[in-house]
């Protein structure tokens, strides 16, 4: 039985206020709070074994090095990938993206295709404009409905034998749509063209199994999932990991290195040059932990529950427009109310002691279809409520009479 008050206590920033109010917070889809075991987890590693990896015979290095190779076994089984070396820790979902795009420069030549979706964060979109800028590759767009969701007929017609990456987020974070990843990968697979999905939005909500996916690359970050910022997973095929060149030269990702000729390391080091967010990469490990303790399932049943219930009262407010209601989402409201700028409502609802994101969400693309500068999107949690929920419709309804 799913226990919300139970979970709260885990996350200590809950319980502080934000101008003398108590803190709502609902911008979980730009970053997750963190649980005590995170932290204590982050604290453990540079009270007792702070220490490079992979380098040092001493103590402190194997204990530092053995954890963050047990967090990557974690985080291969949490993403059911076949082989620990297909996953390669990064600094987030940007520096995975950017690692692919990078390497397909090597592989493209002018005229090739690739295809991106029109519900893509900048970080799916500008690494790929500017490989196309490198090689003369052409940027292909599926577009979208008014709904929020993929135009999926004219992703097919698009598909051709030219077409040799296609990139995808697995859900929008502007919008929530979950996207038909299914359906995208075995598609591209069938002209032989590779598929990155960006499951930065998705993996707080939902546990991918990137085998059954049969997909190529995967990436997303530890914070969006009660993980510390500044790392994430790149899980990447062998074959494709092995054909791609390392994205960056440096320490730990060589075999020998002369002035005539340096050879590369072995997998995931090959994609792992310098020194890695060690303590980042371990916490990683225990917030993919905290979060099956408290099981995706369970997380995606009261989150609904949570949207829905936010979706109904919301839209009981005169004027609220919410964008892309479609029954395929994760827990996340973009709307507007009137034509009140989101940041007025946004500052308002601070004031109030509630934390949503206003703008274009990194989304340009999307606010342009929808002929709007931004929105205000409130995105929840498992540890969030309906009393938090409450707050919020209460806290537009004050902040649309004071600005209207
Ligand atoms: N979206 C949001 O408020 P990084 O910054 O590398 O951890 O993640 C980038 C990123 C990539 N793809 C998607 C779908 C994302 O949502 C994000 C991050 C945050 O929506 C911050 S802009």
């Not at 949490?78 to 520096?95: D, Q």
């Not at 590779?194 to 993996?203: H, P, S």
């Not at 709307?335 to 946004?346: A, E, L, S, T, W």
């Not at 709007?372 to 999107?377: A, E, Q, S």
């Amino acid at each position: 039985m799913f226990n919300v008050d139970k979970i709260r206590e885990d996350f200590p920033i809950l319980k502080r206020t934000v101008h003398g109010k108590s803190l709502v917070y609902f911008d979980n889809a730009a970053t997750s709070q963190t649980p005590q075991v995170v932290i204590d987890t982050i604290v453990d590693y540079y009270s007792n074994y702070n220490a490079n990896i992979h380098r040092g015979v001493h103590t402190l290095s194997q204990e530092a090095t053995d954890k963050y190779e047990e967090a990557r076994i974690k985080i291969q089984k949490h993403f059911n990938a076949e082989k620990a070396y297909e996953i390669i820790l990064t600094s987030g979902t940007t520096h995975g993206i950017n690692m692919i795009a990078s390497g397909f420069a090597s592989l493209l030549k002018t005229g090739d295709e690739i295809i991106v979706s029109a519900l893509e964060h900048h970080s799916n979109i500008v690494p790929w404009q500017m490989l196309c800028e490198k090689t003369g590759a052409i940027l292909k767009v599926i577009p979208m409905d008014e709904d929020g969701t993929l135009r999926m007929d004219i992703y097919h017609e698009l598909l051709t034998n030219k077409t040799k990456i296609v990139f995808c987020n697995h859900v929008s974070n502007a919008l929530g749509t979950i996207n038909p990843i299914e359906e995208i990968i075995h598609a591209a697979h069938k002209f032989g063209a590779a598929v990155l999905i960006d499951g930065a939005q998705a993996t707080p909500h939902i546990k991918p199994d990137v085998q059954e996916l049969d997909v190529d690359f995967y990436v997303a970050s530890a914070h969006k999932l009660c993980g510390p910022t500044g790392v994430g997973v790149l899980y990447g095929k062998e074959e494709w990991l092995q054909k791609l060149p390392p994205y960056q030269g440096g320490g730990e990702m060589i075999e020998t290195v002369t002035f005539d000729k340096t050879t590369y390391a072995g997998l995931p080091h090959k994609f792992e040059a310098g020194t890695p967010n060690i303590c980042g990469g371990i916490a990683f490990g225990a917030a993919i932990d905290y979060m099956n303790s408290v099981g995706f399932e369970t997380i995606a049943s009261y989150e609904n529950e949570l949207l829905e219930y936010a979706t109904s009262k919301l839209l009981n407010i005169e004027g609220l427009k919410i964008y892309a209601n479609n029954k395929c989402k994760t827990a996340v409201i973009s709307f507007n109310v009137n034509d009140i700028h989101p940041y007025d409502i946004g500052s308002i609802l601070d004031k109030l002691g509630i934390a949503v994101r206003t703008g274009h969400h990194c989304a340009q693309p999307i606010m342009d279809f929808y002929k709007i500068p931004g929105t205000i999107r409130a995105s929840f949690s498992f540890y969030n409520t309906k009393e938090e929920i409450d707050v919020l419709v209460a806290g537009v309804k004050r902040a649309t009479m004071m600005l209207s």
